[in-house]
């Protein structure tokens, strides 16, 4: 399995507070993607992150911030948490660009704002 | 921009039987298609790929099938078993190398 270690797993918030989510990798691969999962949208791609403070914003960016300061880690930041973020989130990492090879997938992160 | 259509929402199959499940794209320039399978509380995983200059690939009970005249692409799974029960992704390329577009998913059941 790939080292992708994404936290917290679970997280219940309360509206209007930030939440921050962690993913840490150890392929040591370029690329870095923040998604979120819903039922009956696949997975939407939030942000993503093409070396170390290089980042740019996916289809679903409005809300979220996100930082890069090593190869390894890459954070989600929800502001200021509302209930249409309450969803998974998955960090997914790629040696190559995703429109030409594998991602690789954590195991999500389960948010609750309420 | 792309847009990636995936049928059926739910499928449900005898052990042994064949399931085959579609997605049909917009974009013709898209030229990259993968398939990922999501487990229980898991991530989703690559399971077979296909590029546009070919029209079939197999590994193992695995297949797709490329049709760019009709845009779609298809997934077989030969031979079903338990552990084929899962929720599968198709996907395709999208305006950037950056960005796959997604298909709401398949929830596959194996009967036993």
């Known amino acids: 399995d790939a080292g992708i270690t994404q936290s917290p797993r679970h997280k219940v918030t309360e509206t209007g507070t930030p939440v921050t989510l962690r993913c840490h990798q150890t392929?040591?691969?370029?690329?870095m993607y923040w998604y979120r999962q819903d039922p009956g949208h696949g997975l939407r791609l939030i942000h993503y992150?093409?070396?170390?403070?290089?980042?740019d914003k996916g289809e679903v960016s409005d809300g979220y911030s996100v930082s890069r300061s090593k190869t390894e880690d890459f954070l989600l930041t929800l502001e200021s948490a509302t209930s249409s973020q309450t969803s998974v989130y998955f960090c997914?990492?790629?040696?190559?660009?995703?429109?030409?090879?594998?991602?690789?997938f954590g195991e999500g992160s389960r948010l609750t704002v309420l | 921009g792309e847009n990636v259509e995936q049928h059926p929402s739910t499928l449900s199959v005898q052990e042994g039987d064949s399931a085959v499940i579609k997605c049909t794209y917009s974009?013709?320039?898209?030229?990259?298609f993968p398939w990922y399978k999501q487990e229980l509380g898991k991530g989703p995983q690559l399971i077979i790929d296909?590029?546009?200059n070919v029209g079939e690939k197999k590994d193992q009970r695995i297949a797709v099938t490329l049709n760019k005249t009709a845009k779609h692409f298809s997934l077989h799974i030969t031979e079903t078993q338990p552990e084929d029960s899962a929720v599968y992704f198709c996907?395709?390329?999208?305006?950037?190398?950056?960005?796959?577009?997604w298909g709401a998913g398949t929830k596959l059941i194996i009967k036993p």
């Open positions: 996907a395709g390329k999208g305006d950037s190398n950056y960005q796959l577009i």
């Open positions: 392929e040591n691969h370029r690329y």
């Open positions: 992150s093409y070396g170390v403070k290089d980042t």
């Open positions: 997914a990492i790629s040696e190559g660009q995703p429109g030409t090879g594998e991602l690789f």
């Open positions: 296909i590029r546009s």
């Open positions: 974009d013709s320039a898209s030229n990259y």
